[in-house]
């Protein structure tokens, strides 16, 4: 039995191009040879899409499709550095509030 290298978590949000023309898609994990994504757009197994990511072009083939998520694997494979760039969750922290540890001064 072959496993799959370790996928990272992020939310990552792309437009891709797609046979039936752009969408957009957020991207829920990744590593170098694919990528789980949510997206609207009708995508079918074998359609050939491309996400534009920091002026670079990614080619990949959909593997699967099913309730608005769909399976990507890269055609070529990523780099590295291509890999940590969609691993960076743009949104930061959802709540966007800080908060403090709690600690009062002692006496």
């Known amino acids: 039995m072959k496993f799959r290298p370790h996928r990272y978590r992020t939310e990552f949000p792309v437009v891709i191009s797609t046979p039936m023309g752009q969408a957009k898609t957020v991207i829920n994990d990744v590593n170098e040879t694919g990528a789980l994504m949510t997206t609207n757009a009708p995508l079918a197994r074998g359609h050939k899409i491309e996400i534009s990511v920091l002026n670079q072009h ?24 291509q890999v940590d760039s969609l691993r960076y969750r743009q949104a930061g922290r959802r709540t966007g509030h800080h908060h403090a540890s709690g600690y009062a001064e002692m006496r």
């Open 58 to 81: 990614i080619r990949g083939v959909v593997q699967w499709s099913a309730a608005g998520r769909c399976g990507v694997a890269f055609r070529p494979h990523l780099t590295i550095n």
